[in-house]
């Protein structure tokens, strides 16, 4: 029996449509060679559901992600200036992305930061820092810490403006990422770096004390402690020493993008947000209004968002190693996208579109076999 997916696509803001487009031809090309069928369905989200429906996650989208086998979901957001329209509590950070995270308790990110050799000259980093590409998987505490805790402000006995923000975590919160961490650690190089903040904050000693627990059920796991701001010079001086990456929901963010930035762009970061029942797969960028509407936007970190989807949602093992390829093909081919840097002056720069042509024909062909 053929298996058949539903996807509820919500395609965000800027230059989300673009990338978007060109991300699901991927299940069309599928469909065409394998044994699987794909339904997809389209809903509103972010600042563009914000103005056509008065909610940044209208409820009718929430329906079609109860719905769906799995959610691919494009960058939302809009310039600072253009963002003032939307009532703070309606921006669709606040009124989108963080909701879905706890709607469906996605608590594991996965957010590789991957480059393969032939595409090590993206990086801003020295070619002997490098060395064969980079090959990081970073996974970040999703639904909890500060960005989920209770908020205030108001005025303090002294007349001042103050602002209480709470950071909380329960062991049960932390032990299930680290878990999956461990989990992940086993399956690749058995090292797991753990990034904390021990010598400050109280979340951290929990966290670490918890990781102990959940070590000894790993003990083939070699376990490197790093306090988070340590971790930030080494991602930049020496890539390499790192595998599997686990920390919290703030940590996680900023060095997630540090990780885009050793690759040299966010555009090359997809990730993948697992809850205990459903995933959703995303850029781990903004939208880019800068560069929205003018077809120059890489769509790899969409595309590898679905490549994620097809693996961890589908099991779909060999198509999703057959997407990657294929985008590898592109770049080694000498294409590339102009948001992203010139690899030499031999360079040939093509559209967004244009580059998602050459994904879909070499998936095409990968897919076809020999
Ligand atoms: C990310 C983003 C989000 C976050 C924002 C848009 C809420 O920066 O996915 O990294 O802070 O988690
Ligand atoms: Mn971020």
Redesign the pocket.
């Known amino acids: 029996m053929t298996n058949a997916y539903k996807i509820a696509i919500l395609e965000g803001d800027a230059i989300g449509p673009e990338i978007m487009a060109q991300a699901i031809r991927v299940f069309d090309v599928l469909a065409a060679h394998c044994d699987v069928a794909f339904e997809l369905i389209n809903a509103p989200f972010g600042a563009s559901a914000y103005f056509d429906h008065g909610k940044a996650f209208p409820d009718e989208t929430k329906t079609v992600c109860d719905r769906a086998d799995a959610i691919l979901k494009g960058p ?2 809009l310039s600072h200036e253009a963002s003032k329209k939307i009532p703070v509590d309606e921006q ?3 009124g989108a ?2 909701p879905l995270r706890a709607r469906y308790n996605t608590f594991a990110n996965f957010r590789p930061i991957f480059l393969s050799k032939d595409m090590a000259h993206f990086s801003p980093l020295k070619p002997e820092v490098i060395k064969g590409g980079i090959d990081i998987l970073l996974i970040r505490e ?1 639904v909890g810490g500060l ?1 989920f805790g209770s908020k205030k402000r108001g005025i303090n006995g002294a007349g001042l403006r103050y602002v209480h923000e709470t950071l909380e975590y329960d062991e049960e919160q932390i032990r299930q990422v680290l878990v999956v961490a461990f989990e992940q650690a086993r399956l690749r190089k058995r090292r797991l770096h753990n990034i904390h903040k021990s010598n400050v904050l109280m979340s951290s000693v929990l966290w670490n004390e918890v990781l102990d627990e959940v070590h000894e059920d790993f003990q083939d796991v070699e376990v490197i402690h790093l306090l988070v701001d340590a971790a930030a010079t080494a991602l930049c001086l020496n890539p390499g020493q790192f595998d599997v990456m686990v920390m919290e ?1 703030m940590f996680g ?1 900023i060095l ?2 540090q990780g885009g930035g050793i690759l040299g762009s966010l555009g090359l970061m997809p ?1 993948a947000c697992i809850g205990p029942e459903k995933a959703y797969y ?1 850029p ?1 960028h ?1 939208s880019a209004p800068d560069i929205a509407g003018k077809n120059i936007a890489n769509p790899y970190s969409m595309i590898g968002s679905v490549a994620m989807m097809l693996e961890m949602s589908f099991g779909m093992r060999s198509e999703a190693d057959a997407v990657w390829n294929a985008m590898r093909n592109v770049f080694e081919s000498g294409y590339s996208t102009a948001d992203l840097i010139a690899a030499s002056d031999e360079t040939k720069l093509v559209s967004t579109v244009e580059f998602g042509d050459r994904v879909i024909s070499h998936l095409s062909e990968l897919l076809a076999g020999p």
């Open positions: 939302v957001g669709p950070e606040r992305i963080l999703l960005y929901n963010d997630s993008d990730s995303e781990s903004g």
